[in-house]
């Protein structure tokens, strides 16, 4: 536990990081709605209408790229990413509980939700504010088509009301469909790559580890 004292604060506000995604405005040059989306559609397509959800990606953001991989059902929401080389895991239950996990240590730590990093249980449960859009959260959706790397792509840009609060996040499709997403975080890009997406959440990772200690700080 001791190594698990020094490295997390480090390596959770670095996770925070990317967790904290809210993706950057850009011109739009057509209006739609939610249900004519081609987002709506690619969610569908994968099941992903409602709670239960996995999905794996790299993420990548001041020229360091991380391993991000988040399911979450009705009960648990579980995060496994690899940043700079080291690996955290944050599960959260619905009471507000979180339980950590750095670099694959014996134990897990267990924080109240009332602590710094019990706090984090929102953040989790929305995956890293990778917020799934739904009739109910979305406010507006945009459409432009964009050129990047000699390669077309259609961004659709949703703003999606996070208690109270507005985000936007842009869906860029190519050729191949959905390829990344794309954000800022006070001025710094983020992008998603989504390796894997499914509307069945991975169940092995949503339950309470079966050796963690109390850590309070």
Request: charged share 20%; glycine share 8%.
């Amino acid at each position: 536990m001791k190594s698990i004292r020094k490295k997390a604060i480090g390596i959770l506000i670095a996770l925070m990081a990317f967790l904290m995604l809210t993706a950057c405005d850009g011109g739009t040059d057509a209006v739609t709605t939610w249900d004519t989306s081609r987002t709506k559609r690619y969610y569908e397509s994968y099941g992903v209408t409602g709670q239960n959800i996995s999905m794996q990606a790299t993420m990548s953001t001041s020229g360091m790229q991380g391993v991000y991989f988040f399911t979450r059902n009705n009960e648990y929401a579980y995060i496994d990413a690899s940043i700079a080389g080291q690996q955290v895991k944050l599960l959260a239950d619905k009471e507000g509980y979180v339980y950590f996990n750095i670099d694959n240590e014996e134990y897990w730590a267990k924080s109240d939700p009332n602590t710094q990093f019990g706090q984090m249980s929102n953040i989790i449960w929305a995956g890293n504010q990778f917020i799934i859009p739904t009739a109910q959260n979305v406010m507006t959706v945009s459409s432009e088509k964009v050129s990047m790397n000699q390669k077309m792509y259609t961004a659709e840009t949703i703003k999606i009301n996070i208690n109270g609060t507005p985000a936007n996040y842009t869906y860029y499709y190519g050729a191949n469909g959905l390829e990344f997403v794309e954000g800022a975080i006070d001025g710094t890009n983020v992008g998603f790559e989504i390796k894997k997406m499914s509307g069945e959440p991975t169940k092995e990772y949503l339950k309470v580890p079966e050796k963690w200690v109390e850590w309070n700080s």
